[in-house]
């Protein structure tokens, strides 16, 4: 689920809001290097622009993961955790990054894996079961 | 040979949990897979993301330091550490891929095996090239959980204070600043940690210490435009206007990616000195 162009447009503006009024109040801590950007930027080239990043990513992030079943707190406190970097990445990959914790194959898996099997049989010349496959040589 | 590591037999889909309730309990962190399983597991993709246990790790205290290749992996073995590893039993094909989290505990080198707190097996010995391709397989992920004042075998500097800056996101201050300590102790003259240290006694309201170690890390790098921002910031909250504007006219003529930032600070003390 991505976010939709309005959202979106709303999430920077919303974000910019906090990074302003950030700026402004007199909790002066707002113009501190933390330590996290100091050490992140020779990638990002602005460390502003990557503060703004991760602050939006870590509301994608948020929201993909309440679609994925994790409920609303926990997600929020999980996102909490993330450096800018980190919520960077896993907005950007979520889909592709493997979820290690497979217990089984699954019956869809078996069935894969009978199919990857006889392909290569079929492949190797032992079997003749498709015909749409030429065995080598 | 095999480390003392306590072993926790996965339920289904939870090796994640497992595997990091091992790496978390060898380090000294209490705590337990159920436990874990509400603070990395994801239904909807019945595994947990390699990121999220990195997160978790940092939030009961731990640093999480990435491993890049085999001889890393052995090497931390050698120093008793062991290594929260993410494979790809399975293939790299739809339906047919079974990422799975397990811990390396040990080696026998003769052997050409690495051993595997893995999935309901304790000291499961896997070869090195079985192992390598598995691991390669799910994006070569590895990382040593270690107490914040234990460094890694053969530490990096940069990896590690990125590790523990992490730390401060999750509100372990104390280890955070154990583990920059650590960072001193290895690395006396290293800008980096310095300026660290200065920021978790600067978010503890020591402003004493904060300015002497943003001092320090000035001294250690003079072009480090976020040292003398900082250095201008707890200046001026110790209510020192005419030095902390020189430090933050520094750290705005050195530019760079804070340039931002560090604008910011010198509008503040020029606001605060008056016209």
């Known amino acids: ?137 | 040979m095999a480390l003392d590591v306590p072993f926790h037999a996965q339920e289904a889909y939870q090796c994640g949990p497992a595997a990091l309730a091992m790496a978390l309990g060898w380090s000294g962190a209490e705590t337990s897979p159920d436990e874990l399983a509400r603070e990395v597991f994801v239904p909807g993709r019945r595994g947990s993301f390699a990121v999220g246990l990195v997160a978790a790790a940092r939030s009961h205290g731990r640093v999480p330091v990435e491993l890049h290749d085999l001889g890393e992996i052995l090497a931390e073995l050698a120093a008793g550490h062991p290594v929260l590893v993410l494979q790809n039993l399975g293939l790299r094909l739809p339906f047919l891929s079974r990422p799975h989290f397990a811990v390396a505990v040990g080696y026998e080198l003769p052997a050409h095996q690495l051993v595997l707190h893995s999935g309901t097996i304790a000291r499961r010995p896997i070869t090195f090239a079985n192992f390598e391709r598995t691991w390669r397989r799910a994006g070569g992920f590895a990382v040593a959980v270690l107490p914040p004042d234990v460094l890694p075998a053969a530490p990096d500097e940069g990896r590690w204070l990125a590790a523990a800056a992490g730390l401060e996101r999750a509100g372990r201050s104390a280890e955070a600043e154990t583990a920059y300590q650590s960072a001193l102790a290895r690395w006396p003259e290293s800008a980096g940690a310095w300026l660290a240290l200065g920021n978790v006694a600067l978010a503890g309201g020591r402003l004493a210490d904060a300015e002497q170690a943003f001092v320090r890390a000035t001294e250690l790098e003079p072009g480090s435009a976020p040292a003398w921002n900082n250095l201008a910031h707890v200046l001026l909250r110790s209510g020192r206007r005419p030095e902390a504007l020189a430090a933050a006219q520094r750290a705005v003529a050195l530019g760079g990616p804070h340039l931002q930032t560090a604008r910011r600070t010198l509008e503040e003390i020029e606001a605060a000195i008056g016209p």
């Open chain 1, 1 to 137: 689920m991505q976010f939709s162009r309005r959202l979106r447009l709303l999430a920077i503006a919303l974000a910019a809001a906090l990074l302003w009024a950030g700026a402004v109040t007199p909790a002066a801590r707002a113009a501190v290097v933390s330590t996290e950007a100091a050490l992140a930027v020779s990638a990002a080239g602005d460390a502003h622009r990557a503060q703004v990043e991760g602050f939006l990513a870590r509301a994608d992030v948020r929201e993909r993961l309440e679609a994925l079943g994790v409920d609303a707190d926990g997600a929020q406190s999980r996102v909490a955790l993330l450096t800018d970097q980190e919520a960077s990445q896993l907005a950007a990959q979520i889909d592709e990054l493997p979820a290690g914790g497979i217990g089984w194959l699954g019956v869809v898996g078996i069935i894969a894996l009978v199919f990857v099997v006889l392909l290569a049989l079929d492949y190797f010349g032992v079997t003749d079961i498709f015909p749409w496959v030429h065995a080598r040589r």
